[in-house]
């Protein structure tokens, strides 16, 4: 049973960085995809970052790009989330996720609507305020 665990959310001054962790248990995370969501109060779901290792490759939501950075040790079944220059808007929980992606597929989208993510952790809290 896949398993995911959220820390490192906190009260930030806007302008300020934070780090999320996901560590993941219950799979081998070489074969997984793993992404970063968030949700505001009153709003959807938003795709934050993604990890593809099945794709080699990163990807970012519009509003986070170029301030926040994915990575992941498949070692330690662990991703991050490094959130720069960071805004009120930014205001979230933030929420990590698996999905199953063996293989190799160059330039497959790794937020896709044909291939959803399905292993959510609880998530953490990240507060943006002065």
């Known amino acids: 049973q896949v398993r995911l665990v959220e820390s490192g959310g906190d009260l930030v001054q806007p302008g300020g960085s934070l780090r999320l962790s996901c560590v993941a248990s219950?799979?081998?995370?070489?074969?997984?995809?793993i992404a970063w969501f968030r949700q505001a109060p009153g709003k959807e779901r938003e795709e934050v970052a993604c990890?593809?290792?099945?794709?080699?490759?990163?990807s970012y939501g519009n509003s986070v790009k170029g301030r926040f950075s994915i990575s992941a040790d498949n070692g330690k079944n662990t991703a991050y989330l490094q959130m720069n220059n960071l805004k009120p808007e930014d205001a979230a929980v933030y929420f990590c996720?698996?999905?199953?992606?063996?293989?190799?597929?160059?330039?497959?989208?790794?937020?896709?609507?044909?291939?959803?993510?399905?292993?959510w952790g609880q998530g953490t809290q990240v507060t943006v305020s002065s």
């Open positions: 996720a698996t999905k199953y992606s063996p293989g190799y597929y160059p330039g497959r989208p790794c937020f896709s609507p044909d291939r959803q993510f399905d292993s």
């Open positions: 219950g799979l081998t995370l070489d074969y997984f995809d």
């Open positions: 990890f593809s290792n099945s794709g080699r490759d990163t």
